[in-house]
């Protein structure tokens, strides 16, 4: 049965995380789990859940979402980390006013349940970097969170070529660029499942901003 949202969904060692988060998975959404690099079995679990698996060999955040992007095929796409730290019940919250013609992109605008959900590393390194793409690109946001929602044959006529931790705010970039509307909306963000590859940790989070400086450097 074809899906009306594809959810793509990057995924290294989520394998605890996995049977929850697609359990919560609300009808009419296919979940596109993207396998980069797995040693604990993710993929085959995503595969006993339901979900469709692809495999995206580049390392890199933007390598995973490219990957997940080219196996969609529903007209809209929306993406989420796979580590159990959003409730995807929410979805319908970021991809509904894509669905209504009223956005063009919408990102969910992290909103911690607890303390130990969001790093203080890591949302003070998202705080100044937006503080830049709003004194620079005039974007109006607060987060450059990982759920998000569009219209799968316009993002791929942005052309997106980040394939690491970039990726996010060349999206953001390069639709504001092309006259998108953009607009966010609060979700939960949940303490993830298992230790983080990149906001858990100083080195992770460093990297990510180097990656999204560069970016914006590019563009600004």
Not at 70 to 76: L, N, R, S, V
Request: charged share 25%; hydrophobic share 45%.
């Amino acid at each position: 049965m074809s899906s009306s949202v594809d959810v793509i969904l990057p995924c290294l060692d989520e394998a605890r995380a996995l049977p929850s988060l697609l359990a919560e998975l609300p009808s009419g959404y296919r979940a596109i789990v993207v396998d980069n690099g797995s040693t604990d079995g993710s993929p085959e679990i995503a595969a006993r859940f339901g979900a469709t698996v692809v495999t995206a060999a580049q390392r890199g955040y933007g390598s995973a979402v490219h990957a997940g992007l080219m196996a969609a095929t529903a007209p809209i796409v929306a993406f989420c980390d796979a580590d159990g730290s959003f409730d995807m019940r929410q979805l319908d919250r970021v991809v509904d006013p894509v669905r209504r013609g009223e956005q063009d992109l919408v990102l969910g605008r992290r909103v911690s349940v607890a303390a130990s959900a969001w790093p203080l590393h890591a949302r003070f390194a998202n705080a100044v970097l937006l503080w830049f793409v709003r004194r620079r690109m005039h974007v109006d946001l607060r987060d450059l969170g990982p759920m998000r929602a569009a219209n799968r044959e316009r993002l791929l006529q942005l052309g997106i070529r980040d394939r690491r931790s970039g990726y996010p705010l060349e999206l953001v970039l390069r639709a504001r660029r092309a006259g998108w509307r953009i607009h966010e909306v609060p979700v939960d963000y949940r303490p993830r499942v298992g230790r983080s590859k990149v906001t858990g940790t100083v080195v992770g989070t460093a990297q990510a901003i180097g990656d999204m400086l560069r970016m914006l450097r590019r563009y600004a």
